[in-house]
């Protein structure tokens, strides 16, 4: 699929972005292993969330859906799943494969997880390692650390885990792992990643503690199925707010986005670039916060973006480039080599892609300068099979003159079915 996008004037809208995906991932594999059922509303119907839902049916796990964006999980108990007849294929969803490692590490079967051709490149040894250390029985290729991996679960032990990494996905699938060690389980990370994980085990009724970047999690606990309320997601709105933000004059609310202090660092870099962003009807569900986010647009400015911000706003990185390439002056970014193991090297990706709209950008190992301020022209671009890319370089084509193509722009239904209908509503 090709997306066409063509240079926008002012935007003046309201609008609302599908379900955020790290808490649909999670509704979906913690209500699996809940008692009861867990109703979730706002469910992000994308297709990463939809491997997990594939992953657990074949583990025994009923769905129901009553509804468009609404999914019923009968869920089986922490000791209900059963040993899969088939392999587990992720699709392109890392959430998918780490979370769920974690899980089948406490499982008393055997299993095996694979994905497409990205999956297959990125880092699995960084979850294998301490669940090796609990006790699974984990291999793959390159001794253990790609896929295809085969887990044999059971038996765990409890350990202290210091990561190396701040990465959600790691923390959460030793989380997970730990609700089948007997005892407590510590994991402490540089920097704190965020801690859907963490705020719906303890709405389930999981025993955990999180202080910081440590958390502590209780074998041995019950989870009861409850509703849950899938908040829009900030990284799906952050394409919105970065093209409001670029566009001088634009006023843009996005109804009920999450606003989970882990994943603000799009508002705090936005505003350091010289934005006003307005949060009303602030209030919690099932444990994390939402609210209306406003972007007024202005000229931007250059920042720098590097330490604790990073896994705040990991994702976000490629549409960040995208303001600092409408900024006057430079943005640096660094800190994160991370962005080189996500769906693709977003650092190099970004970097091709922005060069072929105009921009002056130079690639380092762990980040990027852009020297912004430049006028951005049309051109032809390409998704690299990475939906963030994609919906990046679309919003980086409302900035630039004439006409810009995304071509494999399908990738975007990974993560935001629906976005060029929203882009259009926006701008013609
Ligand atoms: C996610 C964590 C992040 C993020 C990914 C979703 C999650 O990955 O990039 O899109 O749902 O836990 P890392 O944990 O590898 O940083």
Redesign the pocket.
């Known amino acids: 699929m090709r997306l066409q996008v063509r240079y926008a004037g002012k935007i003046n809208n309201q609008i609302s972005v599908p379900g955020d ?2 808490i649909s ?1 999670r509704a979906v594999m913690l209500g699996a292993l809940a008692n009861g059922t867990t109703t979730v509303t706002n469910f992000l119907m994308g297709a990463d969330c939809l491997s997990s839902i594939a992953c657990f049916k074949k583990m025994g796990v009923e769905f129901g859906q009553p509804d468009k964006n609404t999914i019923i999980v009968k869920g089986n108990g922490l000791y209900g799943l059963r040993e899969p007849d088939d392999v587990l294929d992720v699709g392109n969803s ?2 998918t494969i780490r979370l769920i490692m974690g899980i089948l590490a406490g499982q008393s079967f055997f299993s095996t997880l694979t994905g497409d051709a990205s999956i297959r490149k990125r880092p699995m040894g960084r979850v294998a390692q301490p669940l090796l250390k609990m006790g699974a029985v984990i291999d793959g290729r390159q001794g253990g650390s790609l896929a295809p991996l085969s887990i044999r679960g059971g038996h765990l032990k409890p350990i202290e885990f210091i990561s190396p990494v701040a ?4 923390k ?1 699938a030793v989380i997970l792992a730990g609700l089948y060690a007997g005892g407590q389980t510590e994991i402490r990370e540089p920097y704190k ?2 801690d ?1 994980t963490e705020r719906m085990l303890a709405y389930l009724g999981a025993d955990i503690q999180v202080n910081d970047n440590i958390v502590k999690i209780m074998s041995g606990s019950n989870l009861e199925g409850k509703p849950v309320e899938v908040p829009g997601d900030i990284s799906s709105a952050a394409f919105f707010m970065v093209a409001a933000a670029a566009i001088p004059g634009s006023r843009l609310t996005i109804k009920r986005v999450g606003i989970n202090p882990t994943r603000t660092g799009i508002i705090d870099v936005l505003r350091s670039m010289g934005t006003q962003i307005i949060i009303q009807n602030e209030e919690e569900v099932n444990g994390e916060p939402v609210g209306d986010i406003c972007v007024l647009g202005s000229e931007l400015k250059g920042t720098v973006i590097e330490g604790s911000l990073i ?1 705040r706003l ?2 976000e990185i490629p549409v960040i480039t995208v303001a600092a390439a409408a900024a006057l002056g430079e943005t640096i970014i660094r800190d994160a080599a ?1 962005l080189k193991v ?1 769906e693709s090297n977003r650092i190099s990706a970004m970097t091709v892609e922005l060069r072929k709209l105009g921009v002056n950008v130079d690639e380092f190992d762990d980040g990027m300068i852009i020297h912004g301020g430049g006028k951005l022209n049309g051109a032809i671009c390409e998704s690299h099979d990475d939906h963030r890319v994609a919906m990046s370089m679309a919003v980086a084509g409302l900035l630039a003159k004439g006409e810009t193509v995304i071509t494999n722009a399908e990738c975007i239904d990974i993560s935001f079915p629906g976005f060029a209908e929203i882009l259009n509503s926006l701008t013609y």
């Open positions: 995906k790290s991932h890392g959430t990465s959600a996905q790691v959460s990643s965020r859907h896994p990991i994702d991370e996500k």
